[in-house]
């Protein structure tokens, strides 16, 4: 079961990466033609860095070990972080209470997870 979902994760990174790209440039856009880009330009940043970082994930998961944990955290955190700001930015509120830190610690998460991964012994 562990295997399976591990794999579903792995499988479901380039998808991630795909959205998060996307959402990143057109982030990027809308912060360039607004009166304030500050909130939109932070959350274009942080796809557009995390993007290629499933991208390398997926490609690397067999591996380095705790690649799932480290993309699902990333993938998660940058949504999260992401989409406060952009609630933020067009109703004036975020998504929920202490959101954007909770997107940021999942997304330094994955980052540490990557880490600790990589000094591990690797799979077989």
């Known amino acids: 079961m562990a295997e399976r979902l591990q794999s579903l994760l ?25 009166a304030d880009p500050r909130l939109l330009g932070g959350a274009s940043a942080m796809c557009l860095a995390h993007a290629p970082a499933l991208l390398a994930l997926a490609g690397l998961g067999s591996r380095l070990r705790l690649a799932p944990a480290a993309g699902a955290a990333m993938a998660l955190g940058t ?17 929920f ?13 994955g980052w540490a997870l990557i880490a600790v991964g990589a000094i591990l012994p690797k799979k077989a």
């Open 97 to 109: 209470p202490m959101s954007a830190p909770l997107g940021g610690m999942l997304m330094m998460l």
């Open 10 to 34: 792995m499988a479901v990174f380039p998808v991630a990466a795909g959205l998060l790209g996307l959402s990143g440039v057109a982030l990027a856009a809308a912060a360039s033609h607004g």
């Open 79 to 95: 949504a999260i972080f992401a989409g406060d700001l952009v609630l933020r930015h067009v109703a004036g509120r975020g998504l």
